[in-house]
């Protein structure tokens, strides 16, 4: 059976934030931080030994796998940080044309720095986000 890797846990966000080794780095994954949790309205937890995921969604695929993944988060990595948005979601791509400067894969968005995007379009992209999974994965009670 399939063990799903990446997991909520219990470890110290800022803890996490503290061990980034790049000063300007660690003062963007504050910034996020802040930015993430006050537009989510979610507490920040651990994902994993480097994601910060705000909420959670339980989703389960028609192969039958199932698991649980943050709504959004990002990671402070040392090449760029990652920003964690939904998947198969096409208003995604319109938000993304005017965030600023970052590249994308498919679910996630590279950013060298804060300074490089519109943070009032992040605070879309996140809202955005958290609509569309919620719609394709109710909550449950």
Partial sequence: MYEQKTKETDESVIEFIESVENPKKRQDAYRLLEIFEETSGYPAKMWGPSIIGFGSYHYVYASGHEGDAPLVGFSPRKAKTTLY???????????LEKLGK????KGCVYINKIDDVDISVLKQLITQSIAFLQKLYPPTP
Avoid at 85 to 94: H, L, S, V
Avoid at 102 to 105: A, D, E, L, P, R
């Fill in 85 to 95: 948005f939904a998947t198969g979601d096409d208003e995604r791509i319109q938000l």
């Fill in 102 to 105: 970052h590249t994308s894969g």
